[in-house]
């Protein structure tokens, strides 16, 4: 088997900021020439299709994989009877790519990087050994690599010199 993608989970409170930040980080990544995958985490029963749309109309009939398909994208609704743990859908991803950012799963095994922003609140969710850094406006009394809560650019530079393998530019496809 190859080599393992390394997954990075972006973690914090609701309203801190996660979704914000994942964008200037995928930006600053695919920047870099890095391919990235996201997987979202969320805990209440969710739905992508749109009622009456052709897609939920085939789901509602009850096919257990609906695949959408378009020159520029793609995407695979496919019914489960369980949760799959971060490894299974690693699993499940097509295509290669070089990093696996999650948001969410803060009680998840890969290793984190925690937002957290003082209006929120002053305490983090996760304990040393599970983050890689903090993003914050605040100080912690805790030994890890402290960024801005706007600092994609250092988030991917550590990223890059301590998770990531260096990008093949050139991938020929």
């Not at 749309?53 to 496919?78: L, Y």
Request: hydrophobic content about 40%; charged content about 30%.
């Amino acid at each position: 088997m190859g080599t393992r993608i390394p997954f990075v989970s972006i973690v914090g409170k609701s309203n801190v900021g996660k979704t914000t930040f994942l964008e200037k980080l995928i930006r600053e990544l695919k920047g870099r020439g890095y391919r990235v995958a996201i997987i979202k985490h969320d805990c209440h029963e969710f739905d992508i299709d749109h009622p009456g749309k052709d897609t939920w109309r085939m789901a509602k009939a009850g096919s257990d994989v609906v695949v959408i398909s378009s020159p520029n994208k793609m995407a695979i609704i496919k019914r489960t009877d369980q949760e799959f743990s971060l490894d299974q859908l690693e699993a499940q991803i097509m295509g290669g790519v070089d990093i696996i950012l999650t948001e969410g799963y803060k009680r998840g095994d890969k290793p984190k990087i925690e937002i957290s922003r003082k209006a929120v609140g002053n305490q983090l969710l996760c304990s040393k050994e599970e983050l890689l850094a903090v993003v914050t406006d605040q100080h912690f009394d805790i030994d890890v690599p402290y960024f801005g809560l706007d600092d994609a650019c250092g988030v991917a530079d550590y990223l890059a010199e301590h998770v990531l393998i260096p990008p093949v530019i050139s991938r020929g496809y």
